[in-house]
């Protein structure tokens, strides 16, 4: 968990529009942190035999891609250091992520707008599964800094490291901590009984939840708690839409059933289908 702002960042990319939106971010929050960018472009290890004379000198297309980066980041004043590999591209990110001591990883996520939403790819999944750092899927367009983030917390150490994250990485934005709660065997029970007596309970373990919390001096004035009965997934997705959240942090690994949320299918669905970015930690172990 990050408990300094990133001396590095790695914004990985296929050259496709669709990590336009993840370098614009990449350089912003670069410009900010006063970090480093390392921008990485990983090419397929052995091209096709038939290709046409041109297509067959490696060094040739590294060029031809170090060309388009350098002209996309042309007028922008951002520094950085381009790193052409081949090979797997999750191996070969999380590899570069290591050797570069990146505090950060930023991609993009493919787009299939015919069904009007997003796809993870097995790129990201592997990454957001095995990166050591934070991962950032880039979707919305930046417009400045985040000024508005949800956490979502199941009360997890996942959840609260997810949490300290936020705080540190993005000391100036509105926190909004988020648990959703459902009520168990609830057709055998009094539903407006129970739906109160669960609230209190997960408003009473969120404020101890909170009181674990490591992070800057004044923290507390920046956090904005909210309990809601219902679905994880759908809320979140919902109060995003609803009050355009530019950013959502999850935590990798869950006491409960948020595991399975977390890092299985439904975790995949959620993070594919949010309309706004969101940055994943992978609790160590």
């Known amino acids: 968990m990050p408990t300094t702002l990133p001396r590095t960042i790695l914004l990985a990319t296929d050259l496709s529009s669709r990590c336009d939106r993840a370098q ?19 090419m397929p290890g052995e091209g096709p035999p038939d290709l046409p004379s041109w297509r067959r ?4 297309t590294e060029a ?20 052409l590999a081949r090979g797997d591209a999750a191996e070969t990110i999380l590899a570069q992520a ?3 001591e990146a505090g950060l990883i930023v991609t993009g996520v493919a787009r299939n707008e015919m069904l009007g939403r997003a796809a993870l790819g097995a790129i990201v999944d592997q990454l ?38 936020a705080l540190h990485l993005f000391p100036e934005a509105r926190i909004t901590v988020f648990h959703a709660f459902q009520i168990p065997f609830e ?27 490591h992070a800057p001096p004044g923290w507390r004035a920046r956090v904005t708690p909210l309990v809601e009965y ?56």
């Open 24 to 42: 614009h971010r990449a350089m912003l929050l670069a410009k900010g942190w006063g970090a480093k960018l390392c921008i990485l472009h990983v």
């Open 230 to 285: 219902g679905e994880a997934g759908a809320l979140i997705a919902d109060y995003v839409q609803a009050r355009d959240i530019p950013l959502v942090v999850l935590g990798t690994q869950g006491r409960s059933g948020l595991a399975r949320f977390l890092v299985g299918s439904t975790a995949k669905r959620l993070l594919a289908t949010l309309p706004c970015d969101t940055m994943t930690l992978r609790q160590p172990g």
């Open 57 to 60: 000198d490696p060094a040739g």
């Open 187 to 213: 057709g055998f029970v009094g539903h407006d009984a129970s739906r109160g007596e669960m609230h209190s309970l997960a408003v009473a373990e969120l404020e101890a939840f909170l009181q674990h919390v």
């Open 64 to 83: 031809r891609a170090e060309r388009q980066i350098r002209a996309d980041l042309a007028g922008h004043g951002t520094a950085c250091e381009v790193v």
């Open 128 to 165: 957001v599964s095995q990166a050591p750092v934070p991962v950032l899927v880039v979707k919305g367009r930046p417009r400045g800094a985040y000024a508005e983030i949800l956490v979502a917390t199941d009360f997890s150490e996942s959840a609260r490291q997810a949490l300290q994250a």
């Open 98 to 100: 290591t050797a570069q």
